[in-house]
């Protein structure tokens, strides 16, 4: 039951018995409260231990009172709000049924849809199955870091959960986060050829979308997406009528019967309701002006502005419906009204003199012909041909096909345009003449036919008029003339009538109501066959009703009359529901206020004879009909329609919150488009609607739902213009409750404005929406001017903000401190301590990574936002301070744990221009001094004790041979150096060292002397201390120390190399110790150290690296030179014995003649052999071992050429010395083999030729030659086939 005073609601139907029962309750309820307290008035006076009990039982009637009371309050306060709702949803009803002041905007941004809940947790699962591999989406580990930055960073973020819950996130804001992450890492990668950022970008946002959408149907989406957009851009009526149906909870069956009732579907009935409100407004603000009750405006004034503007805004929503086409065919003529005096004074259509003429009335007919058969044809034989043909009065003739007289069937139509209202149709049936001398066809009969639009559509017989002498008596032909209705045509048929000034005598007539624009109608009459009326009356001003019969007037038997100042037309029609039909259809066209009702007994008969069904669109009870004549009767200019609007304006906002879609706050097309056609039909003014607009959107914002800035800014912005005279609307009028209501807002706004500057984090999570935080900043500046002239001065913005700022660093740091979980606990260990604020620092360094790089738009707004964000940031790290500086002193004395505390805060300050060098910066680095220097101090007194104990105890075994057997442990990271000061460090071979020296043979000191001195370097390096100065002078510090260290180095190694030199043989059977090779290859990497360790990165080479220099090259000097003498005394020992076989000497012919005589018995082994043999095995093995243990391939080669120049230059010096004597047998055997092996030897291992051939060996070999040459002339065979040609052939 549709009934206003209903207490149903959207929650579900309730029963009329509950409801009842419950209106009944109270009545008796009072009954019995009655009759209680006359009972406790007789126990009162009775015993005293009585009149506790009496005083409860009045007290808990007295509760139950209460109750009734507030249940019976609560029912009427829900009926009060329910039959408000049903008012407004009729209104809303007839702004979509006929707009005529707005349409439905296109160019409004399209809304995303929401992610809720459970679509975050599937994303969350989606991408950590892709980085745990369960993909099949392949990817680098640059894409993979970024994501799982991504996942870590954005969506395990207790923001982004808030921000779903508020309902203000869509997909979109998830991929642009993504994108400016990923933006900022693809920067920072190095530039590859062939393979531009843009695609590496595409591509990392195509892997993106693929893991967000997971495993989902592509055209399931795809679908979805669609139908999402074409909601949220136009929509029918009939999607408007459900979604203000869900708005105002309104229920399926009573939109039927509202729809029914204001008879949306009737154009005519919407456009004459329009008009019958515009007049009921022009009725009100003469009322107004008559009786002088305006409304309180903020100056005197305006109330002649405010009745200029009540004529203003009344005409141009006439304008606005005369503007709308009536009439499809005809010209598109819009009358120049002449308004009544009441409405002359609002409205200057035209001039007093203007008429409407009959020229003006033009009507066009669509007529169909349809002719389907002719019967009691007998005049003609069987098989002759007959046709028809058919004309309309004035216009063309057409004809059917032919047809036998046997079978007359056409069914053929003929199309036909008129202008005539009563057209006269033709239709003649003829048959073709067999006469050789016939002209014409011979008309076998004809019907002439007269249709009206209200004409039977279906086909009937006509009985066809035929000559006098025809045999066709019964000749009937069946077609069928249908007669469209024009647009502008509205009601037609015969009415009796008699008026004053035209159709003064009483007759019947054919009229039709035409509508010539949409406030011009007229009653016209026509004749036959005429286009033009033969008279007509313009309604405007009449009034229409029913009336009694009239006596003394034949014909008719249903009267109304339609009345005006000075004249009456009475009309009558012959039955009931005509005269309904006409009632309405000039009700609507008078435009009256006044509706007719039809007589009771009318109603009653026609009830029951059951033909009021085409007067009334709906069939009710009386106290349903009466419920909605209530609704639709209500007459709009006496109702509040800004208290309406509010609470329309409300429910639809909470409806758009609530809906699919990430709207923050901006309503949809449709809703724009109601809303918009409201306000313009009812007269709600604009400042009314933004206020009451901005207090619903404050309303979602103060309860964390986002909503977008530049609405807010948008609505506040059209306010503050009206309050201050601007007229954005083009109104001038400023009411005393828009003012107050004004101050009300701007205040909360500025306060709302305030938090969420405060609370920028949490407020914008991410920079979503785009732009917010620099549409809020603006938005706060124009909230602080206090006209719409004046600019706020820059200083008292800034220092707004700068407040705001200074109080979200601490709500920042201190739910900062609740998402880590950490309490302050005094008592906690110290590595518990410096651990919570290695985590507390690397969250607050994504803190305000975050803030630089999703809320730094500021500055598009302020110049001064990247100012007032360092001092944030400051502040912020204030608060930080205080914990870390509390958790380093309760750390132990010489504990370098927090180094990497000092890294992490270091390496993201220097790289922040507002913060490098700032107020925390400042104090990290005084706290730190102190560890770094004394750092540096132990370190420096460790390992000069590890030089000096470390050669003490040294072996000189390379470290190769040492860490063959190790495992391959990788180097331990710096700063994290394996060392616990202030204990000594290890001299064993430690396990880094093995794939550290694998190319090295130097010695287990010396190498860790270097990686020490390296790795104490590289940490300090790590430190990048920010302050020059004290930078400066850490290098150098460490390059001296790097310089003394390494001399002590060289020094200790030399002085060992002699010690192990002087100790050497000096026979063939020395070999160079692989001590000394170590000890080569330790001042090889001290040369090769050196430029490393010990010369500062300005490339200036200082004092103290110069004379390390030189003191490793003369070291490496004196080392070879003592070495090359080694060698060489080898030779004079083997030269010495050589130099026994002189000639003349006594021990050369002993030996000669003892050799000759063994020669005849034994055989005597080759003289010479064993000591050439034993020499050349010296010189190979010792090269050998050169090569292999000595790592300089350029100092090796150094001490072979020393080597194999001193050895010819020996050979040379001693040949020289005994120029006078013919060389022994045995001696130029010896010395060809030693000279020729020793020249191949040293060829083979890389002596250059120039070298080789110098003028020692040029010397040797011609002397030697001339020897061989004499003995082979003294002897014969007597050196056995040794020759120094064999050497020259093999050189070849």
Same mark, same amino acid.
């Given at each position: 039951?549709?009934?206003?005073?209903?207490?149903?609601?959207?929650?579900?139907?309730?029963?009329?018995?509950?409801?009842e029962?419950?209106?009944?309750?109270?009545?008796?309820?009072?009954?019995?409260?009655?009759?209680?307290?006359?009972?406790?008035?007789?126990?009162?006076?009775?015993?005293?231990?009585?009149?506790?009990?009496?005083k409860?039982?009045?007290?808990?009637?007295?509760?139950?009172?209460?109750?009734?009371?507030?249940?019976?309050?609560?029912?009427?306060?829900?009926?009060?709000?329910?039959?408000?709702?049903?008012?407004?949803?009729?209104?809303?009803?007839?702004?979509?049924?006929?707009?005529?002041?707005?349409?439905?905007?296109?160019?409004?941004?399209?809304?995303?849809?929401?992610?809720?809940?459970?679509?975050?947790?599937?994303?969350?699962e989606?991408?950590?199955?892709?980085?745990?591999?369960?993909?099949?989406?392949?990817?680098?580990?640059?894409?993979?870091?970024?994501?799982?930055?991504?996942?870590?960073?954005?969506?395990?973020?207790?923001?982004?959960?808030?921000?779903?819950?508020?309902?203000?996130?869509?997909?979109?804001?998830?991929?642009?986060?993504?994108?400016?992450?990923?933006?900022?890492?693809?920067?920072?990668?190095?530039?590859?050829?062939?393979?531009?950022?843009?695609?590496?970008?595409?591509?990392?946002?195509?892997?993106?979308?693929?893991?967000?959408?997971?495993?989902?149907?592509?055209?399931?989406?795809?679908?979805?997406?669609?139908?999402?957009?074409?909601?949220?851009?136009?929509?029918?009526?009939?999607?408007?009528?459900?979604?203000?149906?869900?708005?105002?909870?309104?229920?399926?069956?009573?939109?039927?019967?509202?729809?029914?009732?204001?008879?949306?579907?009737?154009?005519?009935?919407?456009?004459?309701?329009?008009?019958?409100?515009?007049?009921?407004?022009?009725?009100?603000?003469?009322?107004?002006?008559?009786?002088?009750?305006?409304?309180?405006?903020?100056?005197?004034?305006?109330?002649?502005?405010?009745?200029?503007?009540?004529?203003?805004?009344?005409?141009?929503?006439?304008?606005?419906?005369?503007?709308?086409?009536v *009439?499809?065919?005809?010209?598109?003529?819009?009358?120049?009204?002449?308004?009544?005096? #009441?409405?002359?004074?609002?409205?200057?259509?035209?001039?007093?003199?203007?008429?409407?003429?009959?020229?003006?009335?033009?009507?066009?007919?669509?007529?169909?012909?349809?002719?389907?058969?002719?019967q009691?044809?007998?005049?003609?034989?069987?098989?002759?041909?007959?046709?028809?043909?058919?004309?309309?009065?004035?216009?063309?003739?057409?004809?059917?096909?032919?047809a036998?007289?046997?079978?007359?069937?056409?069914?053929?139509?003929? &199309?036909?345009?008129?202008?005539?209202?009563?057209?006269?149709?033709?239709?003649?049936?003829?048959?073709?003449s067999?006469?050789?001398?016939?002209?014409? &066809?011979?008309?076998?009969?004809?019907?002439?036919?007269?249709?009206t639009?209200?004409?039977?559509?279906?086909?009937?017989?006509?009985?066809?008029?035929v000559?006098?002498?025809?045999?066709d008596?019964?000749?009937?032909?069946?077609?069928?003339?249908?007669?469209?209705?024009?647009?502008?045509?509205?009601?037609?048929?015969?009415?009796?009538?008699?008026?004053?000034?035209?159709?003064?005598?009483?007759?019947?007539?054919?009229?039709?109501?035409?509508?010539?624009?949409?406030?011009?109608?007229?009653?016209?009459?026509?004749?036959?066959?005429?286009?033009?009326?033969?008279?007509?009356?313009?309604?405007?001003?009449?009034?229409?009703?029913?009336?009694?019969?009239?006596?003394?007037?034949?014909?008719?038997?249903?009267?109304?009359?339609?009345?005006?100042?000075?004249?009456?037309?009475?009309?009558?029609?012959?039955?009931?529901?005509?005269?309904?039909?006409?009632?309405?259809?000039?009700?609507?066209?008078?435009?009256?206020?006044?509706?007719?009702v039809?007589?009771?007994?009318?109603?009653?008969?026609?009830?029951?004879?059951?033909?009021?069904?085409?007067?009334?669109?709906?069939?009710? &009870?009386? *106290?349903?009909?009466?419920?909605?004549?209530?609704?639709?009767?209500?007459?709009?200019?006496?109702?509040?329609?800004?208290?309406?609007?509010?609470?329309?304006?409300?429910?639809?906002?909470q409806?758009?919150?609530?809906?699919?879609?990430?709207?923050?706050?901006?309503?949809?097309?449709?809703?724009?488009?109601?809303?918009? +056609?409201?306000?313009?039909?009812?007269?709600?003014?604009?400042?009314?609607?933004?206020?009451?607009?901005?207090?619903?959107?404050?309303d979602?914002?103060?309860?964390?739902?986002?909503?977008?800035?530049?609405?807010?800014?948008?609505?506040?912005?059209?306010?503050?213009?009206?309050?201050?005279?601007?007229?954005?609307?083009?109104?001038?009028?400023?009411?005393?409750?828009?003012?107050?209501?004004?101050?009300?807002?701007?205040?909360?706004?500025?306060?709302?404005?305030?938090?969420?500057?405060?609370?920028?984090?949490?407020?914008?999570?991410?920079?979503?929406?785009?732009?917010?935080?620099?549409?809020?900043?603006?938005?706060?500046?124009?909230?602080?001017?206090?006209?719409?002239?004046?600019?706020?001065?820059?200083?008292?913005?800034?220092?707004?903000?700068?407040?705001?700022?200074?109080?979200?660093?601490?709500?920042?740091?201190?739910q900062?401190?609740?998402?880590?979980?950490?309490?302050?606990?005094?008592?906690?260990?110290?590595?518990?301590?410096?651990?919570?604020?290695?985590?507390?620092?690397?969250l607050?360094?994504?803190?305000?990574?975050?803030?630089?790089?999703?809320?730094?738009?500021?500055?598009?707004?302020?110049?001064?936002?990247?100012?007032?964000?360092?001092?944030?940031?400051?502040?912020?790290?204030?608060?930080?301070?205080?914990?870390?500086?509390?958790?380093?002193?309760?750390?132990?004395?010489?504990?370098?744990?927090?180094?990497?505390?000092?890294?992490?805060?270091?390496?993201?300050?220097?790289?922040?221009?507002?913060l490098?060098?700032g107020?925390?910066?400042?104090?990290?680095?005084?706290?730190?001094?102190?560890?770094?220097?004394?750092?540096?101090?132990?370190?420096?007194?460790?390992?000069?004790?590890?030089?000096?104990?470390?050669?003490?105890?040294?072996?000189?075994?390379?470290?190769?041979?040492?860490?063959?057997?190790?495992?391959?442990?990788?180097?331990?990271?710096?700063?994290?150096?394996?060392?616990? #000061?202030?204990?000594?460090?290890?001299?064993?071979?430690?396990?880094?060292?093995?794939?550290?020296?694998?190319?090295?043979?130097?010695?287990?000191?010396?190498?860790?002397?270097?990686?020490?001195?390296?790795a104490?370097?590289?940490?300090?390096?790590?430190?990048?201390?920010?302050?020059? +100065?004290?930078?400066?002078?850490?290098?150098?510090?460490?390059k001296?120390?790097?310089?003394?260290?390494?001399?002590?180095?060289?020094?200790?190694?030399?002085?060992?190399?002699?010690?192990?030199?002087?100790?050497?043989?000096?026979?063939?059977?020395?070999?160079?110790? #692989?001590?000394?090779?170590?000890?080569?290859?330790?001042?090889?990497?001290?040369?090769?150290?050196?430029?490393?360790?010990?010369v500062?990165?300005?490339g200036?080479?200082?004092?103290?690296?110069?004379?390390?220099?030189?003191?490793?090259?003369?070291?490496?000097?004196?080392?070879?030179?003592?070495?090359?003498?080694?060698?060489?005394?080898?030779?004079?020992?083997?030269?010495?014995?050589?130099?026994?076989?002189?000639?003349?000497?006594?021990?050369?012919?002993?030996?000669?003649?003892?050799?000759?005589?063994?020669?005849?018995?034994?055989?005597?082994?080759?003289?010479g052999?064993?000591?050439?043999?034993?020499y050349i095995?010296?010189?190979?093995?010792?090269?050998?071992?050169?090569?292999?243990?000595v790592?300089?391939?350029?100092?090796?080669?150094?001490?072979?050429?020393?080597?194999?120049?001193?050895?010819?230059?020996?050979?040379?010096?001693?040949?020289?010395?005994?120029?006078d004597?013919?060389?022994?047998?045995?001696?130029?055997?010896?010395l060809?083999?030693?000279?020729?092996?020793?020249?191949?030897?040293?060829?083979?291992?890389?002596?250059?030729?120039?070298?080789?051939?110098?003028?020692?060996?040029?010397?040797?070999?011609?002397?030697?030659?001339?020897?061989?040459?004499?003995?082979?002339?003294?002897?014969?065979?007597?050196?056995?086939?040794?020759?120094?040609?064999?050497?020259?052939?093999?050189? &070849?």
């Amino acid at each position: 039951m549709l009934d206003p005073s209903s207490s149903e609601d959207t929650g579900g139907e309730s029963d009329p018995e509950v409801v009842e029962e419950a209106a009944r309750k109270p009545a008796s309820l009072s009954g019995k409260r009655a009759n209680s307290s006359r009972a406790g008035g007789q126990q009162r006076e009775s015993a005293a231990p009585g009149g506790a009990a009496a005083k409860g039982a009045r007290d808990g009637a007295d509760a139950g009172e209460d109750e009734e009371r507030k249940e019976r309050e609560r029912i009427q306060r829900e009926e009060e709000e329910r039959k408000t709702k049903l008012q407004i949803y009729v209104f809303v009803l007839r702004c979509i049924a006929y707009p005529f002041n707005a349409k439905q905007p296109t160019d409004m941004a399209r809304r995303q849809q929401k992610v809720n809940k459970q679509q975050l947790q599937a994303v969350k699962e989606r991408f950590l199955a892709f980085l745990n591999g369960e993909t099949q989406i392949v990817a680098d580990e640059a894409f993979c870091n970024a994501v799982r930055s991504y996942y870590e960073g954005f969506l395990k973020s207790e923001r982004v959960s808030r921000m779903v819950q508020s309902g203000g996130c869509s997909a979109n804001d998830f991929r642009e986060v993504f994108k400016k992450n990923i933006e900022r890492r693809i920067r920072s990668l190095p530039e590859i050829d062939g393979l531009s950022k843009e695609t590496v970008l595409s591509s990392w946002i195509a892997k993106y979308d693929a893991i967000y959408r997971g495993e989902e149907d592509m055209r399931r989406q795809t679908q979805r997406a669609h139908l999402s957009a074409v909601s949220e851009l136009i929509l029918s009526k009939e999607q408007l009528y459900e979604m203000f149906q869900q708005i105002l909870g309104i229920r399926k069956f009573e939109h039927q019967l509202l729809y029914n009732a204001c008879q949306l579907d009737n154009v005519d009935e919407q456009a004459a309701q329009i008009r019958r409100e515009l007049d009921g407004r022009l009725q009100l603000a003469e009322k107004i002006a008559r009786e002088k009750k305006y409304p309180k405006f903020i100056s005197a004034d305006m109330e002649a502005l405010y009745m200029e503007e009540l004529r203003s805004s009344v005409n141009l929503l006439m304008a606005n419906l005369e503007s709308l086409p009536v *009439s499809k065919g005809g010209p598109d003529f819009k009358q120049k009204l002449k308004r009544s005096p #009441l409405n002359n004074s609002f409205l200057d259509i035209g001039d007093e003199g203007d008429i409407l003429s009959k020229s003006d009335v033009v009507l066009s007919f669509t007529l169909e012909i349809v002719i389907v058969e002719v019967q009691g044809l007998k005049s003609v034989a069987p098989n002759r041909i007959v046709y028809c043909t058919m004309e309309v009065e004035g216009g063309e003739k057409l004809q059917t096909d032919q047809a036998e007289a046997a079978r007359p069937q056409w069914e053929t139509q003929g &199309d036909f345009t008129t202008t005539h209202p009563l057209p006269s149709v033709k239709v003649k049936l003829f048959t073709e003449s067999t006469g050789v001398l016939a002209l014409d &066809d011979k008309e076998l009969g004809r019907v002439v036919l007269n249709p009206t639009t209200n004409g039977p559509k279906q086909a009937e017989f006509h009985r066809m008029v035929v000559a006098k002498n025809s045999q066709d008596t019964e000749l009937k032909i069946k077609l069928a003339v249908r007669m469209d209705k024009p647009p502008n045509m509205k009601h037609s048929g015969y009415l009796y009538t008699l008026g004053q000034r035209v159709w003064k005598r009483w007759k019947k007539r054919y009229f039709v109501l035409v509508q010539v624009s949409q406030y011009t109608f007229a009653m016209c009459s026509y004749r036959e066959k005429k286009a033009e009326p033969q008279e007509l009356m313009q309604l405007e001003g009449y009034t229409v009703d029913y009336c009694d019969p009239q006596p003394g007037l034949q014909g008719g038997r249903v009267f109304f009359n339609a009345v005006k100042e000075g004249d009456l037309v009475m009309f009558a029609c012959d039955d009931e529901p005509d005269r309904v039909l006409w009632v309405q259809a000039m009700y609507r066209a008078t435009g009256q206020s006044y509706k007719p009702v039809p007589p009771l007994q009318n109603k009653t008969t026609n009830c029951r004879g059951g033909i009021q069904k085409p007067a009334s669109p709906i069939s009710l &009870d009386p *106290s349903q009909r009466q419920g909605v004549e209530e609704l639709i009767s209500a007459a709009p200019c006496r109702l509040d329609h800004a208290a309406l609007f509010s609470i329309l304006q409300k429910h639809t906002l909470q409806h758009r919150m609530n809906d699919s879609f990430s709207c923050l706050g901006w309503f949809s097309p449709g809703q724009v488009f109601v809303l918009d +056609e409201y306000c313009a039909r009812y007269g709600v003014r604009g400042c009314h609607r933004h206020l009451s607009y901005l207090k619903g959107l404050m309303d979602y914002s103060e309860n964390n739902a986002l909503v977008d800035p530049t609405l807010l800014h948008y609505s506040y912005a059209f306010c503050v213009s009206h309050v201050h005279g601007n007229r954005p609307d083009g109104m001038g009028t400023v009411t005393a409750e828009e003012k107050e209501q004004f101050e009300a807002i701007r205040s909360r706004l500025m306060a709302l404005l305030d938090n969420q500057i405060t609370h920028f984090r949490y407020c914008f999570p991410f920079g979503r929406p785009d732009g917010a935080l620099k549409a809020t900043l603006s938005l706060q500046e124009r909230v602080l001017m206090k006209d719409i002239t004046t600019p706020v001065p820059p200083v008292d913005m800034k220092n707004l903000v700068q407040r705001c700022l200074e109080k979200a660093a601490r709500i920042n740091y201190s739910q900062l401190m609740e998402y880590a979980q950490i309490k302050e606990d005094s008592q906690a260990a110290p590595e518990k301590r410096l651990e919570d604020m290695m985590r507390l620092g690397e969250l607050c360094i994504d803190v305000l990574q975050q803030n630089d790089e999703h809320h730094s738009e500021g500055r598009e707004a302020f110049s001064w936002w990247p100012e007032l964000m360092a001092e944030h940031a400051e502040s912020f790290l204030s608060l930080y301070r205080a914990d870390m500086d509390g958790a380093l002193q309760v750390q132990p004395v010489d504990s370098w744990d927090s180094f990497p505390l000092f890294q992490l805060l270091n390496n993201f300050l220097r790289t922040d221009p507002h913060l490098c060098n700032g107020t925390f910066h400042k104090h990290l680095q005084d706290l730190f001094v102190p560890l770094v220097v004394r750092y540096i101090d132990l370190m420096e007194s460790s390992i000069a004790q590890s030089i000096h104990r470390g050669f003490e105890q040294e072996t000189w075994q390379s470290v190769k041979s040492l860490t063959n057997n190790l495992a391959n442990v990788p180097l331990p990271k710096v700063p994290s150096l394996p060392l616990t #000061l202030p204990q000594m460090p290890s001299f064993s071979a430690p396990a880094w060292m093995g794939p550290l020296c694998e190319n090295t043979n130097g010695s287990a000191t010396s190498e860790d002397l270097f990686w020490k001195l390296d790795a104490l370097q590289m940490f300090v390096l790590d430190l990048h201390w920010p302050e020059p +100065e004290f930078a400066k002078h850490l290098e150098q510090r460490l390059k001296l120390m790097a310089s003394d260290m390494m001399e002590a180095c060289v020094k200790r190694t030399k002085s060992a190399f002699d010690a192990k030199m002087q100790k050497a043989s000096k026979s063939t059977d020395f070999r160079v110790p #692989l001590s000394v090779c170590t000890m080569f290859n330790v001042l090889m990497d001290a040369k090769k150290q050196c430029s490393k360790l010990c010369v500062l990165d300005t490339g200036q080479e200082q004092q103290y690296h110069s004379k390390i220099d030189v003191l490793i090259d003369e070291s490496f000097k004196e080392m070879i030179s003592s070495l090359i003498s080694k060698f060489a005394g080898v030779l004079d020992g083997a030269l010495s014995k050589l130099s026994r076989y002189d000639e003349g000497t006594f021990f050369s012919s002993f030996l000669s003649f003892t050799v000759k005589a063994a020669a005849k018995y034994v055989e005597v082994p080759k003289p010479g052999m064993d000591l050439a043999d034993t020499y050349i095995t010296f010189i190979r093995q010792n090269q050998d071992i050169l090569r292999d243990r000595v790592n300089d391939e350029v100092y090796v080669e150094d001490v072979f050429d020393q080597w194999y120049t001193g050895s010819m230059k020996a050979v040379c010096v001693w040949l020289t010395d005994r120029l006078d004597l013919q060389l022994h047998t045995y001696q130029l055997k010896t010395l060809i083999k030693i000279v020729k092996k020793t020249y191949r030897d040293f060829r083979l291992q890389g002596v250059l030729d120039g070298t080789l051939n110098n003028k020692s060996y040029e010397t040797v070999y011609n002397r030697l030659t001339v020897e061989e040459a004499t003995a082979a002339v003294k002897a014969g065979d007597g050196l056995q086939g040794i020759s120094m040609r064999d050497s020259d052939e093999e050189d &070849d």
